[in-house]
Nanobody
Framework: QVQLVESGGGLVQAGGSLRLSCVVDGSIFRINAMGWYRQAVGKQRELVAT???????DYAESVKGRFTISMDNAKKTVSLQMNRLKPEDTAVYLC??????????????????WGLGTQVTVSS
């Protein structure tokens, strides 16, 4: 059983900073990529930032230059440093991991896990 444990959300004023962290609790053979998504009330879930096992990053245009994603593959942890936060960044932020686990017959099975989310609220 694998769980993603997120932390670091909260309430902050516009212009402030928050750091989100997510750790993979459980066994996973290989991590291909980890990332953060967000979902605001009444809106669809959207990508915020992703990072591959090799360190390649991808950001939503709206957060480029303000947010930085990093990953510690050995510790199975991904973090999101969020600076110069804006009210429109308010959302539930969800952690995602794509990778592989070892099956019963020692085959590799692709997996895609999601955390429950952490609330980020930015006041104006």
């Amino acid at each position: 059983q694998v769980q993603l444990v997120e932390s670091g959300g909260g309430l902050v004023q516009a212009g402030g900073s928050l750091r989100l962290s997510c750790v993979v609790d459980g066994s996973i053979f290989r991590i291909n990529a980890m990332g953060w998504y967000r979902q605001a009330v009444g809106k669809q879930r959207e990508l915020v930032a992703t990072i591959s096992g090799g360190g390649t990053t991808d950001y939503a245009e709206s957060v480029k230059g303000r947010f930085t994603i990093s990953m510690d593959n050995a510790k199975k942890t991904v973090s999101l440093q969020m600076n110069r936060l804006k009210p429109e960044d308010t959302a539930v932020y969800l952690c995602n991991v794509e990778g592989a686990k070892v099956g019963f017959y020692s085959e590799l099975i692709e997996v895609d896990y999601w955390g429950l989310g952490t609330q980020v609220t930015v006041s104006s």
